[in-house]
Nanobody
Framework: QPHLVESGGGLVQPGGSLRLSCAAAGENLDYYAIGWFRQVPGKERERIACVSENDRSMHFDRSVKGRFTIWRDPSKSSVYLQMSALKPEDTAKYYC???????????????????WGQGTQVTVSS
């Protein structure tokens, strides 16, 4: 059972970049679909990106497509969300989540993810 830990959040100016990490020490995350979510107070959590097991596919919400990307580093049991051209509306708490799933990650509902990290805050402001 992966214990997910996010890191890398912080304060960044509009147009800047951040890289979030989702680590699961000792676990091979290649076998898991990984989703990245964000939530602002008073709003529902939304999925912004996901990657299928063994990188079979990736999906990005239109709000982040072209600005965010995902990659895995199996040697570090980690999955990364690289965020570029950040906007104030990207301000949120970001979470990673995982589930053993062999189909395309885009078909997963949020409530189907089993393992969740504690989240990391991203604030985009000048």
């Amino acid at each position: 059972q992966p214990h997910l830990v996010e890191s890398g959040g912080g304060l960044v100016q509009p147009g800047g970049s951040l890289r979030l990490s989702c680590a699961a020490a000792g676990e091979n995350l290649d076998y898991y679909a990984i989703g990245w979510f964000r939530q602002v107070p008073g709003k529902e959590r939304e999925r912004i990106a996901c990657v299928s097991e063994n990188d079979r596919s990736m999906h990005f919400d239109r709000s982040v497509k072209g600005r965010f990307t995902i990659w895995r580093d199996p040697s570090k049991s980690s999955v990364y969300l690289q965020m570029s051209a950040l906007k104030p509306e990207d301000t949120a708490k970001y979470y990673c989540a995982a589930v053993r799933f062999q189909e395309l990650c885009v078909t997963l509902r949020s409530d189907e993810y089993v393992y969740w990290g504690q989240g990391t805050q991203v604030t985009v402001s000048s």
